[in-house]
């Protein structure tokens, strides 16, 4: 919500304070504390400021949570190739792997970053993602919808596979969550089941970087295909 101008409270701190000095110190005490142990009270004494100063800035716990994930797809961008330096299919899997990458190491972040694309970083990974798959060739009629499934799939399939590790990392370990269920899968009737009741190994043992980028192949190579120019017909 826009803030009127004015003086800053507790004392003119409107210049030392600023969002950006938030933010960063929002996103050091999210990795530490997670969402549920964060809150404006601990931040505000990380900053040795009241929590007035805090709401000069931000208007809620939401809304730094969100502006601290999105400082992390920033932190993505930044590492991924320029799209100047990339041609469109490696660009664009080298940018998606970033991404969940980052997100890996702030597994906060993963379920905040969703579409519609609408803070900072947010906008900038889909106009790269966009940027990208002209660069493949795509018809262009063909790009917007293209990109938006890149997009949606490369954060939200992140947040699928990152974001329950919160959950579950709060009760028990992933590989402990993953035997169980993996031992729960094995009682299915292979009648009703076939797929499940055989690759209970593949669930206990699978890596979760590994089961985003397989899937992250297959839309690239469909996007291959697509972008391919067709042999013209006989």
Same mark, same amino acid.
Not at 16 to 23: F, T
Not at 88 to 98: E, I, K, N, S, Y
Not at 218 to 234: K, M, S
């Given at each position: 919500?826009?803030?009127?101008?004015?003086?800053?409270?507790?004392?003119?701190?409107?210049?030392?304070?600023?969002?950006?000095?938030?933010?960063?110190?929002?996103?050091?005490?999210?990795?530490?504390?997670?969402?549920?142990?964060?809150?404006?009270?601990?931040?505000?004494?990380?900053?040795?400021?009241?929590?007035?100063?805090?709401?000069?800035?931000?208007?809620?716990? #939401?809304?730094?949570?969100? !502006? *601290?994930?999105?400082?992390?797809?920033?932190?993505? %961008?930044?590492? +991924?190739? $320029? =799209?100047?330096?990339?041609?469109?299919?490696?660009?664009?899997?080298?940018?998606?792997?970033?991404?969940?990458?980052?997100?890996?190491?702030?597994?906060?972040?993963?379920?905040?970053?969703?579409?519609?694309?609408?803070?900072?970083?947010?906008?900038?990974?889909?106009?790269?993602?966009?940027?990208?798959?002209?660069?493949?060739?795509?018809?262009?009629?063909?790009?917007?919808?293209?990109?938006?499934?890149?997009?949606?799939?490369?954060?939200?399939?992140?947040?699928?596979?990152?974001?329950?590790?919160?959950?579950?990392?709060?009760?028990? #370990?992933?590989?402990?969550? !993953? *035997?169980?269920?993996?031992?729960?899968?094995?009682? %299915?009737?292979? +009648?009703? $089941? =076939?797929?499940?009741?055989?690759?209970?190994?593949?669930?206990?043992?699978?890596?979760?970087?590994?089961?985003?980028?397989?899937?992250?192949?297959?839309?690239?190579?469909?996007?291959?295909?697509?972008?391919?120019?067709?042999?013209?017909?006989?």
């Amino acid at each position: 919500m826009p803030r009127t101008r004015g003086r800053a409270p507790d004392g003119g701190r409107d210049g030392a304070l600023s969002q950006e000095l938030i933010v960063g110190a929002a996103v050091a005490l999210l990795d530490t504390h997670g969402e549920r142990g964060f809150t404006l009270r601990l931040l505000a004494a990380d900053l040795r400021t009241g929590p007035g100063a805090l709401y000069w800035r931000v208007s809620s716990k #939401d809304e730094l949570v969100a !502006l *601290a994930a999105d400082r992390v797809l920033g932190d993505a %961008l930044a590492e +991924a190739p $320029h =799209p100047d330096d990339a041609d469109g299919r490696a660009g664009l899997r080298a940018l998606a792997v970033a991404v969940y990458d980052a997100l890996d190491r702030h597994p906060w972040a993963a379920s905040h970053v969703t579409a519609p694309a609408t803070l900072p970083h947010t906008l900038r990974l889909f106009d790269r993602i966009g940027t990208l798959v002209a660069r493949t060739g795509l018809p262009a009629g063909r790009q917007f919808a293209t990109a938006s499934a890149l997009f949606s799939y490369t954060t939200g399939v992140s947040a699928q596979i990152i974001a329950p590790a919160v959950t579950v990392g709060a009760t028990t #370990d992933r590989d402990t969550f !993953l *035997a169980q269920t993996a031992e729960r899968w094995a009682w %299915l009737d292979p +009648a009703d $089941h =076939p797929f499940l009741t055989r690759t209970t190994a593949d669930l206990r043992d699978h890596d979760d970087r590994d089961q985003f980028t397989t899937g992250l192949d297959l839309l690239l190579t469909g996007l291959d295909a697509t972008a391919r120019p067709r042999p013209p017909e006989v």
